[in-house]
């Protein structure tokens, strides 16, 4: 046992550390990461030069639901409600509406071109319907990919449409086993589902904000488990009340992500590490659960399958979802190429093959094929598509200072964030000039992207970004008011001078 722990452990880490060495590089050759990670683990496997032979549905559709929670989580937690609001009812919308169409027109399609019956191409249409998180969210971290605004709708669409497909695919293999079963039944799952997954996200954001800001744990260490436990006790009493888990876990991320909560910058940090590992992991299994010589017999109709969702299925849906918005052509030409899809339809197919008997692998091969097209073709080539239809914008440099400024903003000192500006009289000048309160520090200057640590020598520029501390709150004007004094030095001098012209 301890041998086969130690040889599992061995695999592991060596499939992991080839997958972030070799991450560095993919974007040098217009390779999605995430793909990278499927095309490891398909060497890995049993058909590959690792021979690990893995097959295993059930266990596969287990530890996805884990990494699917916390990939789920963190686009939560990491999408400003703020930039997303203007655009809530369209987003909604495409994540429910949008995933309902695409699953008539997928399945219908799906239906001509294979062998497979009506319910099982719409099971297909089901599982190919929700864009997948964890690929768009990476996309969007690479800031030479900047659209501006449009981004926000495909982050939220992407975050909030897993739930709506989950439940759909879930539906169509109720459907398959038991036959249709009563209409009236599943028109009141359809609205009670996504209820239960709003007030169960709702309810447990409420709860952990209680007990975070409340309770005073004795190490900081504990209070990323603490996250954990209620994410993944908000998933699993939702669910058991017959409520939509992953909206439930979406909505917990997006309250507390948008909240004023202590120890976020240490939650964010956390949880960004988990889930890149959790993304790493997931397609790495999923990349060993396929086997690449079944994709030969699969690849026609997935390759028909995969050209009808690209270019037919996602425009037509985008197009209708978005028909009288604030977007433009070019914007919606945009959302419908960024529509893509990576781990999650693999995910889903793994749970749907647990249920259909001997077509599961005919349908996980296809869903599969369609993916790699999918990411290889659209993600390969966003940033071009961004260039081309003009949606690329200078990506702003956030001001994210090494400082728990949640924490620092519960004591009793002041703490403010500034940019200077060419006219303020800081500029030129040495922090030892300005003339600071008592107990007044400049704690760091962002400039050009790196962090400075001043001292009273340091000579500021146009367009440093300062983080200013003061003993108490009381002192933060004064302070503030030092560093742009330069224009009440120069308008009582031009008021002297005013006055002296008149005298003479």
């Known amino acids: 046992m301890e041998q086969y722990l130690n040889n599992f452990l061995l695999a592991s880490s060596i499939l992991l550390l080839l997958s972030i060495v070799l991450s560095k590089s993919s974007s040098r050759f217009g390779l999605p990461v995430l793909v990278l990670f499927l095309f490891i683990g398909m060497i890995a496997g049993s058909d590959g030069i690792g021979g690990i032979n893995f097959s295993n549905y059930e266990l596969t559709h287990s530890l996805s639901l884990v990494a699917l929670c916390l990939i789920i989580f963190n686009g939560g937690f990491e999408t400003p409600f703020s930039k997303v609001k203007k655009d809530f009812g369209r987003g909604v919308v495409l994540s429910s509406i949008g995933v309902m169409l695409t699953t008539l027109l997928v399945g219908g399609f799906t239906h001509l071109v294979t062998d497979l019956g009506l319910l099982e191409s719409l099971l297909i249409g089901a599982i190919l ?19 501006g605004d449009v981004k926000n709708i495909l982050r939220f669409e992407s975050g ?42 709702w309810i447990t954001a409420r709860s952990f904000i209680l007990i975070n800001n409340v309770v005073k744990l004795d190490f900081n260490g504990l209070y990323p488990p603490l996250t954990m436990a209620m994410l993944f006790l908000g998933y699993s009493l939702t669910t058991k009340l017959g409520g939509n888990g992953f909206l439930a876990v979406y909505v917990f991320g997006m309250i507390i992500g948008n909240r004023k909560i202590l120890h976020k910058n240490l939650l964010s940090l956390f949880f960004d590490g988990v889930t890149w590992l959790s993304q790493i992991g997931l397609f790495i299994m999923l990349g060993l659960l396929v086997f690449p010589s079944r994709l030969l017999t699969v690849a026609p109709a997935g390759l028909f399958i995969a050209c009808f969702l690209t270019f037919a299925a996602r425009p037509i849906t985008v197009f209708l979802c978005l028909i009288k918005s604030r977007f433009n052509l070019n914007e919606k030409l945009f959302v419908s190429w960024a529509g893509l899809k990576g781990a999650t339809p693999i995910v889903f ?46 990506q702003e440099d956030e001001t994210n200072f090494p400082v728990d400024m949640e924490l620092l903003e519960q004591t009793k000192h002041g703490i403010v964030q500034l940019e200077l500006k060419q006219t303020d009289y800081a500029v030129e000048n040495r922090v030892v000039d300005l003339g600071l309160p008592v107990g007044a520090i400049v704690l760091f200057i962002k400039r050009h992207g790196a962090f400075i640590i001043p001292d009273g020598a340091t000579v500021f520029e146009n367009g440093d970004k300062i983080l200013l501390v003061t003993k108490l709150k009381e002192d933060l004007e004064a302070a503030q008011e030092c560093f742009e004094k330069k224009k009440i030095e120069e308008l009582d001098e031009e008021d002297d001078d005013t006055q002296e012209l008149h005298a003479a």
Do not use: W
Not at 167 to 176: A, E, H, M, Y
């Open 349 to 394: 197919a793994s749970f749907a093959a647990t249920h259909i008997g001997e077509k599961a692998h005919v349908l996980f091969d296809i869903v599969f094929f369609v993916v790699i097209i999918s990411a290889l073709m659209q993600g390969s080539s966003l940033k071009l598509v961004a260039r081309k239809l003009g949606l690329v914008v200078e």
């Open 129 to 147: 319907s929700a864009t997948d998180a964890a690929a768009v969210f990476s996309a969007f971290k690479d800031p030479t990919a900047q659209v």
């Open 160 to 201: 909030s449409n897993d739930p709506m497909a989950y439940f759909l695919v879930s539906v169509i293999i109720g459907f398959i086993e038991q036959g249709m079963g009563d209409a009236k039944t599943t028109a009141i799952m359809f609205i009670s589902n996504p209820i239960i997954g709003l007030i169960g996200g």
